[in-house]
């Protein structure tokens, strides 16, 4: 079973809707991210927000806003999305950012899936 | 800046045969180095990781890498596969470059035949 929890696991929606992802780990990790795998391809970095604050943006469009609302929550608001939005969105933790044990290893969710019609 | 090669994108194998997963990378600073498999329609779990020391590193489920520091290769192995094991493996690399950024390599896809 993995410990980071994103919900919903399908999302269809439309152009002009506007939804939310959520992602919830119990580790006590201080790093959390978002990833955007589309089909056969590996994940892409979207954000990494370190000890509740946003680290990095990989130069992602506005329509989508990441949001951390404590050390366990990660939220991605989508808005205005367009088709070639849909994927699968990975939510991931890590226990640090900045190095020490545990630095770089990943645990990830098991996704939410988005369409985007 | 880092970079990951998986140097083949399938490898079909038969079950119980053996198979090599290969991968190769670069960077101009030191590197951890992990391995995650992604089951169809799930996130991705780590096999195994180098982070310092012994380089043959074994991970879950019978694998089991070395890393290369000459040749900058994280190769991963299993004596005997099965059925399960058809799935999609990442290499990856991260690096501390102001914040432990992990770059994946573009996958390898593991079929195993009976």
């Known amino acids: 079973d993995t410990e980071v929890t994103q919900t919903p696991k399908h999302l269809v929606m439309g152009m002009t809707n506007k939804k939310s992802l959520k992602c919830e780990q119990h580790m006590g990790h201080r790093a959390m991210y978002w990833y955007k795998q589309k089909a056969k391809k590996p994940p892409e970095l979207m954000f990494v927000?370190?000890?509740?604050?946003l680290s990095i943006n990989e130069s992602v469009p506005s329509r989508f806003s990441p949001e951390c609302p404590n050390s366990s929550l990660l939220n991605l608001h989508l808005h205005a999305l367009q088709p070639e939005d849909s994927a699968l969105y990975l939510c991931a933790s890590s226990q640090g950012w900045g190095g020490g044990a545990g630095a770089g290893e990943l645990f990830f969710g098991e996704g939410s899936r988005l369409t985007v019609l | 800046a880092q970079s990951v090669t998986q140097l083949d994108s399938q490898v079909p194998v038969f079950e119980e045969a053996p198979v090599e997963l290969r991968c190769n990378y670069s960077s101009s600073v030191s590197v951890y180095l992990f391995w995650y498999v992604q089951y169809p329609n799930q996130g991705l779990q780590l096999l195994l990781k180098?982070?310092?020391?012994?380089?043959l590193v074994k991970g879950i489920n019978g694998f089991e890498a070395e890393f290369n520091k000459s040749q900058t290769s994280f190769h991963l192995r299993k004596p005997s596969v099965h059925i399960s094991d058809t799935a999609e493996y990442f290499c990856?690399?991260?690096?501390?470059?102001?914040?432990?950024?992990?770059?994946f390599g573009a996958g390898t896809r593991l079929f195993v035949k009976a």
């Open positions: 927000y370190s000890y509740e604050k």
């Open positions: 990856a690399v991260s690096a501390n470059t102001g914040g432990f950024k992990t770059i």
């Open positions: 180098y982070l310092s020391g012994s380089t």
